[in-house]
């Protein structure tokens, strides 16, 4: 039987929908076939959300991964006692933004025992988490700063298309600027070391120019790719890895969408964030990797307007939890994950 990866999933913002779209997400038992789920997060806001929502799941309170049951109709929760029972729904509160943050310390700490083999994370609120003194601009910073690893970067994933990118949330003039060979080379190293990790012995990898046709050899711009990126490409092909570059953009996103390629390496923010975000916001998730463990997460925030009203949706919270489990550290054959989300709909 194949090794089913153990996913923590951190409960984020306790005053959003994170525990509901958690109680909805893991009553599928197809969850249960792919992976084996594990809550971070407050055992008695878990209890109140699936009362909102009409969950019959059973909460297993625990301290440490080796009492999780991993059972369908139980949901294992490793229980902080950080959140009151009064505390208000669709509210910024210092208490709940200093319990996700605590929430994802502890998820770290697994993670260094060896004990995670991917993390999911639900929607925590920056105002909050700021106001319970953790200064961080989200998740992705604030795991790179636990992790103490320097470096870290975005990889969106759809259907038939993955896409890294060496720079993100930064305008396009700033970015040609950072853009250079060195920064290139480790976000292809990522990506290729995420795919391996995840079961793919040789990732086929594709990265895009800056420039419109890629430059076609000087025709367009100032020969950026020759300057930034072939550099890379030449250092990763000389080690026989299967890199071809710098292409043009647009035909390179329709070649991996048919199966050309396992990854797409964007430049900059909208090269890669558009042709993932056409196939519909629903479909995306947000991956971070270079760190010890893939982090994925929802596509939506805390949702405070509805938070509390058992309304939430929990297909973005299945959708990244399938993405966790196809892009987790692997200890033996790779397992399909078709079935995370059947039924769901």
Same mark, same amino acid.
């Given at each position: 039987?194949?090794?089913?990866?153990?996913?923590?999933?951190?409960?984020?913002?306790?005053?959003?929908?994170g525990?509901?779209?958690?109680? +909805?997400?893991?009553?599928?038992?197809?969850?249960?076939?792919?992976?084996?789920?594990?809550? %971070?997060?407050?055992?008695?806001?878990?209890?109140?959300?699936?009362?909102?929502?009409?969950?019959?799941?059973?909460?297993?309170?625990?301290?440490?991964v080796?009492?999780?049951?991993?059972?369908?109709?139980?949901? !294992?929760?490793? !229980?902080?006692?950080?959140?009151?029972?009064?505390?208000?729904?669709?509210q910024?509160?210092?208490?709940?933004?200093?319990?996700?943050?605590?929430?994802?310390? /502890?998820?770290?700490?697994?993670?260094? +025992?060896?004990?995670l083999?991917?993390?999911?994370?639900?929607?925590? &609120? #920056?105002?909050?988490?700021?106001?319970?003194?953790?200064?961080?601009?989200?998740?992705?910073e604030?795991?790179?700063?636990?992790?103490?690893i320097?470096?870290?970067?975005?990889?969106?994933?759809?259907?038939?298309?993955?896409?890294?990118?060496?720079?993100?949330?930064?305008?396009?003039?700033?970015?040609? &600027?950072r853009?250079?060979?060195?920064?290139?080379?480790?976000?292809?190293?990522?990506?290729?070391?995420t795919?391996? /990790?995840?079961?793919?012995?040789?990732p086929?990898?594709?990265?895009?120019?800056?420039?419109?046709?890629?430059?076609?050899?000087?025709?367009?711009?100032?020969?950026?790719?020759?300057? +930034?990126?072939?550099?890379?490409?030449?250092?990763?092909?000389?080690?026989?890895?299967?890199?071809?570059?710098?292409?043009?953009?647009?035909?390179?996103?329709?070649?991996?969408?048919?199966?050309?390629?396992?990854?797409?390496?964007?430049?900059?923010? !909208?090269?890669?964030?558009?042709?993932? #975000?056409?196939?519909?916001?629903?479909?995306?998730? &947000?991956?971070t990797?270079?760190?010890?463990?893939?982090?994925?997460?929802?596509?939506?925030?805390t949702?405070?307007?509805?938070?509390?009203?058992? %309304?939430?949706?929990e /297909?973005?919270?299945?959708?990244?939890?399938?993405?966790?489990?196809?892009?987790a550290?692997? /200890?033996? +054959?790779?397992?399909?994950?078709?079935?995370? #989300?059947?039924?769901?709909?």
């Amino acid at each position: 039987m194949s090794y089913l990866p153990v996913v923590g999933i951190t409960m984020g913002d306790a005053a959003g929908i994170g525990p509901e779209v958690i109680m +909805k997400a893991l009553a599928h038992e197809s969850v249960y076939n792919v992976c084996r789920p594990l809550v %971070i997060g407050d055992a008695g806001r878990l209890k109140k959300a699936g009362q909102i929502v009409g969950s019959e799941l059973v909460i297993n309170v625990i301290d440490e991964v080796s009492e999780a049951t991993f059972a369908p109709g139980t949901l !294992d929760c490793i !229980d902080l006692g950080l959140i009151p029972d009064d505390l208000p729904y669709g509210q910024v509160s210092p208490v709940a933004g200093d319990a996700a943050y605590q929430f994802i310390a /502890r998820t770290v700490e697994l993670t260094q +025992k060896g004990e995670l083999d991917a993390i999911c994370t639900a929607p925590l &609120n #920056k105002e909050a988490l700021h106001a319970g003194g953790h200064i961080y601009p989200g998740h992705t910073e604030m795991l790179a700063h636990l992790t103490g690893i320097d470096e870290v970067s975005m990889m969106l994933v759809a259907p038939n298309l993955r896409v890294i990118h060496v720079t993100t949330h930064i305008g396009l003039l700033d970015a040609i &600027n950072r853009i250079e060979p060195g920064l290139v080379q480790r976000t292809i190293e990522r990506a290729h070391d995420t795919l391996v /990790r995840a079961g793919i012995d040789n990732p086929r990898i594709g990265v895009c120019g800056i420039n419109p046709h890629a430059g076609e050899n000087g025709l367009f711009g100032y020969g950026e790719e020759e300057q +930034k990126i072939v550099p890379a490409i030449e250092a990763l092909t000389a080690r026989g890895w299967n890199v071809q570059g710098p292409l043009p953009a647009d035909t390179l996103f329709f070649r991996a969408g048919r199966g050309d390629f396992d990854v797409v390496v964007a430049m900059y923010h !909208d090269q890669g964030h558009g042709p993932v #975000k056409v196939m519909g916001l629903e479909a995306g998730v &947000n991956v971070t990797v270079g760190m010890p463990v893939i982090r994925t997460s929802v596509d939506h925030g805390t949702a405070f307007d509805i938070a509390g009203k058992g %309304i939430a949706d929990e /297909r973005s919270l299945l959708e990244a939890l399938t993405q966790a489990v196809d892009l987790a550290n692997r /200890r033996e +054959k790779p397992i399909t994950t078709s079935t995370v #989300k059947e039924n769901v709909e």
